[in-house]
């Protein structure tokens, strides 16, 4: 399916600018240093002051393809597993769903230190590798110069704005296109090691959610949503389980106070997208009292007069510095080189390269795979 659409723009808040932000941090100084060598920058700086422009150029994406994982984690390479948005009636009592229901009994974790990487996406690729043929002209394998999940994107496209939680991105460069896979940090893998039964239940709320506002069957709207479950007693819970705090007594201005949970919701919503969010607000009892939609373009105008609001311009314009920051330094395309990008809070994106190594992510069948295809060959005019 393909759609036009003109390029989204969100409108930009105007801020003024501290007298300290003037001064030069340690990553602005390391770039100056830098910008007399004519080999690629060693840095990428994340200052959000430098990424301050009007909004790039981007197209809503189309979508050329489906395929399924089921409870075992099994790939299909079909829709055998979309559901559909059914939700509750607007009119009537609260939905009532009980979130908790099914965890001490038929709950059964995912083993989170099995990194699955780009495998599922990649037997997608392979499979359909004629349908994404490069362009003759380039003589490109794929016609594509990413390959990488969503999630992946998403935390670069908020890193400006992250105070907390650093990154770690391996990529390869293979017969003409750069694949991105995450590597889990040291602090991520302390966390998931230590996360509290409270937490683990949280995380679980999450998917049920999801799993009562969606049918099998066709019954509503094949329109792309994202769905989300806040508490609305006041409590704060864990980011990664897309959980915020949202007291319903103060309505939806108030819904948007935590605007580094808001930032991920606009993110992960904006980059597939995805034209609507559905929150659901939470009880003390682990039940849902309400639901609440949000247009994932309108978010920001709700936080726009907030004191250091994030700016999605901010936001995408890093994102494309990243982007071109990667083709400049990855260049000898082999699937056994990695370039390690690393980024923490306060400091410039950096990378490290590994030959060989275990940071290696591309399958070997997929490597083979690939290997025997012929790009395609260029046309020479007469």
Known sequence: MTSTQAPMKPSVCSTKRDRGDDEDTPEDKAVKSQRSNAKPPLTLPVTPSRYDAP???????????????DSQRCYHGDASQLHYYAPPPTEGPSPGFDLREGYRDRYVQRDESVHE??????????????????????????????????????????????KQDGWLLAVSLFRGTLYVSEVETESARRQREQRSEMLKELMYMGYK??????????????????????????????????FGTKPLSRGIDI????????????????????????????????????????????????????????KPAVCMNFCAAFLSFVKKVVTEDNPKLVHLFAWEPGHPVSFTVH???????????????????KPPTPQIPD
Request: proline share 5%; charged share 20%.
């Open 355 to 373: 030959r060989d190594s275990e940071y290696t992510f591309l399958p070997d069948w997929y490597v083979e795979a690939l290997s025997m295809e």
């Open 255 to 310: 819904v948007f106070q935590n605007q580094h949970k808001m930032i991920k919701w606009w993110a992960q919503s904006f980059l597939p997208g995805v034209s609507r969010i559905v929150a659901g607000y939470r009880g003390p009892d682990g039940s849902v009292v309400g639901l609440e939609t949000f247009e994932t373009m309108k978010i920001f105008q709700l936080i726009r007069e907030d004191p250091g609001c994030w």
């Open 55 to 69: 909004f790039p150029f981007y197209r809503r994406p189309a979508e050329v393809g489906r395929f399924s994982l």
């Open 117 to 162: 990487g780009l495998e599922h996406l990649l037997q997608w690729v392979s499979q359909n590798r004629k349908q994404l043929q490069g362009a003759e002209e380039k003589g490109q394998l794929l016609n594509t110069d990413f390959v990488t999940w969503r999630g992946h994107l998403t935390k670069v496209l908020t890193t400006p704005y992250e």
């Open 209 to 242: 959610f999801e799993h009562y506002m969606c049918a099998e069957l066709k019954k509503a709207s094949e329109m792309p949503l994202q769905l989300f479950i806040s508490s609305v007693n006041g409590g704060a819970a864990n980011d990664t389980s897309h």
